[in-house]
């Protein structure tokens, strides 16, 4: 069965520096897409960035980049330069096969908490 | 509208009622999903609606929980004779057109407590 894991359910990061955040998932699916969510106190979550199996160069999105190591079965989560508006849970998750028909159900790990101190 | 809304934010209510939750999702968007996320925990699956196909219901719990979604837009999540560990919050989120990559928009929630 498909799973992630996020061992850190806390980090703490001094404003301006980068994190990394990490994620590991387990498939015997040879096609998957890997997804970061960060969810502020607010509740909403918030798409940052998308990582497919079959992409050759890791994914990036402004200030977020994806660590995809597919041997290692890793999808960490660096931001750069952090921001005080930074702080709040980070979830790696997984879409779930069937993927074919648009079936997008995704499975989540955990999360991590990111505290970003001035 | 903007994006997904959902209401109530909050709902108390006492073991053993019924409870509606409500999701408006984004206009124009085919493919909507309800979660439940409990204290401290990632986001588990419940229903994902489809256009005019039959929901996908895999992710309910119990035969309590059940789900509509009239004209296409509107969904409502009805949970009866409610339980403590229905407790948590209820996610919904809508997309495009439900294909594989595509990212989903999720509303606020809305906290359930069940006293």
Not at chain 2, 99 to 112: A, C, P, V
Request: with cysteine; charged share 20%.
């Amino acid at each position: 069965a498909q799973k992630i894991t996020q061992t850190q359910p806390g980090m703490f990061v001094q404003e301006k520096e980068a994190v990394t955040l990490d994620c590991t998932y387990d498939t015997s699916d040879q096609s998957y897409g890997l997804f970061w969510y960060k969810q502020p106190s607010s509740g909403e979550m918030i798409f940052l960035i998308y990582q497919g199996s079959y992409d050759e160069q890791n994914a990036t999105e402004g200030r977020y980049s994806l660590n995809f190591q597919k041997a290692r079965k890793s999808a960490n989560l660096v931001i750069s330069a952090s921001q005080l508006g930074d702080s709040a849970m980070y979830f790696c998750a997984m879409r779930e096969p069937p993927f074919s028909g648009g079936y997008n159900k995704l499975i989540f790990g955990a999360g991590t908490r990111l505290a970003v101190h001035p | 509208g903007a994006g997904v809304s959902q209401s109530p934010s909050n709902k108390v209510t006492e073991k053993g009622k019924d409870v509606e939750l409500r999701c408006d999702p984004i206009s124009g968007h085919t493919a909507l999903y309800w979660y439940r996320q409990s204290l401290g925990q990632g986001l588990e699956f419940l229903i994902y609606f489809q256009g005019n196909s039959a929901p996908d219901k895999s992710g309910l719990p119990s035969d309590r929980f059940s789900a509509e979604r009239t004209g296409g837009s509107v969904s409502t999540l009805t949970i009866q004779r409610t339980q403590q560990e229905d407790s948590a919050v209820y996610l919904c989120a809508s997309s495009v057109s439900g294909t594989d990559n595509e990212k989903l928009f999720f509303g606020s929630g809305t906290q359930l407590s069940v006293l």
